[in-house]
């Protein structure tokens, strides 16, 4: 990406990124929470990357494309367990700040 003002580019620490992360992500958590838009565009955009990235069924063999294969878990399952999974842990980290 080009600088075309010439501005100094910020300078970003693995923790200050980790930390925008973070943030990011709680604050998605609670857009899901309290909006079904949000919940229902987020679904949405998992199974659109969920299609864009499973490999194209072959001629001849049965399944669909974005369909996991017989001991697999795909790729929307995988972030739908770990969204609950962070769920949790911010749901702890609450928690332990209130006691």
Do not use: C, H, Y
């Amino acid at each position: 990406m080009t600088n075309p003002l010439n501005l100094p580019e910020p300078v970003l620490t693995d923790d200050d990124f980790a930390r925008q992360l973070q943030q990011g992500i709680e604050q998605l958590m609670r857009e899901m929470e309290t909006s079904s838009t949000s919940r229902t565009d987020f679904e949405t955009l998992v199974k659109q990357m969920s299609e864009a990235t499973a490999p194209a069924s072959v001629p001849g063999v049965s399944g669909t494309v974005g369909q996991a294969g017989p001991g697999q878990v795909s790729f929307s399952e995988t972030l739908s367990r770990t969204m609950e999974r962070m769920q949790k842990s911010e749901t702890q980290a609450n928690s332990a700040r209130m006691e």
